[in-house]
C-alpha cells in the first residue's frame, strides 16, 4: 500500500521532472537559435533539478512509484516545455510566399511594414514569384494573413531561421 510520505516523494519528484525536462526542450530551442548565454543559464538550472530528482529515484529503487513519477514527469515536462516555447515565439523566420499575384502581395505586405525579397520563377501553371519575408515569429501568422487577404490560393512555407550579423561569433 502507498503511504503518504511515498505519495509526497512521487509527487517532488514529478515536479522536479517536469521543471528540469521543460527547461531541458526551452535549451534546446536556445541551442538552435544560437542563444549561448541563455543556453548556459537554462543548463545550469536543468542539471541541479536532474540531480536533485534522480537522487530521490535512487534513494529508494524498491518502490515503482518513484520510477512512474519519473517517467511521468519526463513526458509532462516534454509537452510543458514545448508549450511554453511555443508561447515565447523566440527567434526568426522566413515566409516564403509563392503566388501568381507576388507583386501585388509584395507591395501589400511592404505597405504592413515587411520587407520583402521577390523572386521570379515558373511552376506548372505558370510564371510564380516567390517571395521571402524574414520575420520575428510572433509577427509570422500576420505575414499569412496578409499574404492569403490578396491570394487565397498562395502557397506558403515557413521556416525557422538563424543568422548572425557576424558569422564569427
Known amino acids: 500500500m502507498f503511504t503518504n510520505e511515498s505519495l509526497m516523494l512521487a ?35 536543468e542539471s541541479l533539478v536532474w540531480v536533485f530528482a534522480v537522487s530521490k529515484v535512487l534513494s529508494d529503487l524498491s518502490e515503482p512509484m518513484t520510477a ?12 510543458v516545455g514545448m508549450t511554453i516555447e511555443n508561447l515565447l515565439k523566440i527567434g526568426d523566420q522566413v515566409v516564403k510566399v509563392f503566388s501568381s499575384k507576388g507583386k501585388e502581395v509584395a507591395a501589400l505586405l511592404r505597405d504592413a511594414g515587411f520587407r520583402v525579397t521577390e523572386f521570379e520563377g515558373r511552376g506548372r501553371d505558370g510564371q510564380v514569384i516567390l517571395l521571402f519575408v524574414q520575420v520575428r515569429r510572433r509577427d509570422a501568422k500576420k505575414v499569412l494573413q496578409t499574404a492569403r487577404s490578396f491570394d487565397k490560393n498562395c502557397y506558403l512555407v515557413i521556416e525557422d531561421i538563424r543568422w548572425r550579423q557576424n558569422a564569427l561569433l
Open 11 to 45: 509527487l517532488v519528484i514529478f515536479a522536479a521532472r517536469v521543471v528540469d525536462v521543460s527547461l531541458g526542450t526551452i535549451r534546446h530551442a536556445m541551442i538552435v537559435r544560437g542563444k549561448r548565454f541563455i543556453t548556459f543559464c537554462i543548463a545550469f538550472l
Open 68 to 79: 512512474l513519477a519519473f517517467a511521468l514527469g519526463f513526458a509532462t515536462g516534454t509537452f
